[in-house]
């Protein structure tokens, strides 16, 4: 969306102000960044182990130009053998993809983010079953790469339910939803995640997620689980295409 004529044109722009905004907010450049995109699901949690990782243009019908969006950020190796021997060490069953490359889920948000491409990106997968539980303890075994320098990124969407966008009868809905999700992620630490363990009781979960479809929440869900006690926050949230879209902060 960024990448492309909008109409009305301006529908973007916020977001894109905000993801271009977030690297000066950090106390430091990363070192290394890893993305937990809703777009790569698979049995167990898998790793990107490639020194070059390509890009996924995993999106049809869009004009030609976005098929040639670059984004060369080196690989890690060594960093997804460490991710793979923490998830290991707290018991889930982990693989490590050489040849798996980025998707849209990850090259997008980035290319605003840090357009330099020079900090290197490991992708981790989500596990197809979409258990919440498991992705909080998935998030929670990365924890310690905060403490090393490495950004962890959740790239999905606070509301995803394509029939919603541009239909104002979400409008209430998105909101309701996003409140709980709002109150949730700043509350303390074992309440935020015992509320995101049983997120799909929440006020029109499912409404803002459909069953089955709620791959683009759980990246915030490893997000959190990697947070420990830090407080969450939100940092961005507005109205778009009749819906409320926010993104969260933990730190």
């Known amino acids: 969306c960024f990448f492309m004529d909008w109409n009305p ?23 290394a960044i890893v993305v937990v995109s809703g777009h790569w699901l698979e049995p167990g949690f898998s790793v990107t182990g490639g ?29 997804a053998a460490r991710i793979a021997r923490l998830l290991e060490i707290a018991g889930e069953p982990v693989r490590i993809d050489p040849q798996r490359g980025f998707d849209h889920g ?6 605003l983010m840090f357009p330099k491409a020079d900090i290197p990106v490991v992708q981790l997968s989500l ?5 919440p539980a498991a992705h909080i303890a998935a998030g929670r075994a990365l924890a ?16 995803h339910n394509m029939r919603g966008y541009g239909d104002a009868r979400y409008t209430p809905v998105s909101a309701a939803f996003d409140g709980w999700l709002t109150a949730t992620v700043e509350s303390a630490a074992p309440r935020r995640e015992a509320l995101l363990r049983e997120w799909a009781s929440a006020p029109h979960a499912r409404d ?12 915030l869900l490893v997000a959190a ?7 969450g ?9 009749k819906t409320t879209l926010s993104a969260f902060r933990f730190g």
């Open 127 to 131: 596990r197809r079953d979409m258990d």
């Open 106 to 111: 990850v090259f997008i948000p980035l290319k």
């Open 9 to 31: 044109p301006h529908t973007w722009d916020r977001m894109a102000a905000f993801l271009k905004g977030v690297a000066g907010t950090l106390p430091q450049a990363p070192r």
């Open 51 to 79: 020194a070059r990782p390509p890009l996924i243009y995993d999106y049809s019908g869009f004009p030609a130009h976005t098929y040639e969006l670059a984004y060369p950020a080196a690989g890690e190796p060594v960093l």
């Open 144 to 159: 310690a790469l905060r403490d090393e320098g490495v950004l962890i990124v959740g790239s999905g969407m606070s509301f």
């Open 225 to 231: 689980g990697a947070a420990g006690d830090s407080e």
């Open 208 to 219: 803002s997620h459909p069953p089955g479809g709620e791959e683009h929440l759980l990246p």
């Open 233 to 241: 926050r939100r940092v961005y949230s507005e109205e778009v295409m």
